[in-house]
T-cell receptor
Framework: DGGITQSPKYLFRKEGQNVTLSCEQN?????MYWYRQDPGQGLRLIYY???????QKGDIAEGYSVSREKKESFPLTVTSAQKNPTAFYLC?????????????FGQGTRLTVV | RKEVEQDPGPFNVPEGATVAFNCTYS??????FFWYRQDCRKEPKLLMSVYSSGNEDGRFTAQLNRASQYISLLIRDSKLSDSATYLC?????????????FGGGTRVLVKP
């Protein structure tokens, strides 16, 4: 079955460490997105990518980095520069040229700084 | 001003009642609009797309007002299972990349 997979589901990080969140999709979607959600808040866009080897900063990119070496994969690295990384992280994908199409979401990764 | 804004609620709704709420967007070039539903600690799920002419799906009705730059969602005959956070989503096609922006969500609590 086609879908989008995030891993791990739960992640704990020590202060000062970098961690990488995985997002893989087999939907043949060009566009992929990373969002952050804090308790009681909406989703805020971190980074997005429309094609391989290209990505754009979203609204809260500071302290994060991404890569898009393969169409299927869009990993997000939370660096030590991100001062408050504890949050729920969601990855989404959709076809690039179809604007009226549902975005598919992974099940999310809950990151906690310990 | 935020690109997409919603009343956070909560909207406390008696079971069987009707509830409606809006979402405003700032970029008039926005192309497509959606309502997503999110249950606690889960990923968002598409509820419905919003078309210019307005559209209905069972007890749910969505409207788009491009002139005033808002979309709305109306839920009739509310069920306890409708309790969730409803997220407004705006899709904008840009040369640098197509942007999918979420509102902060409107929380709905349906009570017996």
């Amino acid at each position: 079955d086609g879908g989008i997979t995030q891993s791990p589901k739960y992640l704990f990080r020590k202060e000062g460490q970098n961690v990488t969140l995985s997002c893989e999709q087999n939907l043949n979607h060009d566009a992929m997105y990373w969002y952050r959600q804090d308790p009681g808040q909406g989703l805020r866009l971190i980074y997005y990518s429309q094609i391989v080897n290209d990505f754009q900063k979203g609204d809260i990119a500071e302290g994060y980095s991404v890569s898009r070496e393969k169409k299927e994969s869009f990993p997000l690295t939370v660096t030590s520069a991100q001062k408050n990384p504890t949050a729920f992280y969601l990855c989404a994908s959709l076809p690039r040229d179809r604007s009226n199409t549902e975005a598919f979401f992974g099940q999310g990764t809950r990151l906690t700084v310990v | 001003r935020k690109e997409v804004e919603q009343d956070p609620g909560p909207f406390n709704v008696p079971e069987g009642a009707t509830v409606a709420f809006n979402c405003t967007y700032s970029n008039s070039a926005s192309q497509s609009f959606f309502w997503y539903r999110q249950d606690c600690r889960k990923e968002p799920k598409l509820l419905m797309s919003v078309y210019s002419s307005g559209n209905e799906d069972g007890r749910f009705t969505a409207q788009l007002n491009r002139a005033s730059q808002y979309i709305s969602l109306l839920i009739r005959d509310s069920k306890l299972s409708d309790s969730a956070t409803y997220l407004c989503v705006v899709f904008l096609i840009k040369a640098a990349g197509n942007k999918l922006t979420f509102g902060g969500g409107t929380r709905v609590l349906v009570k017996p």
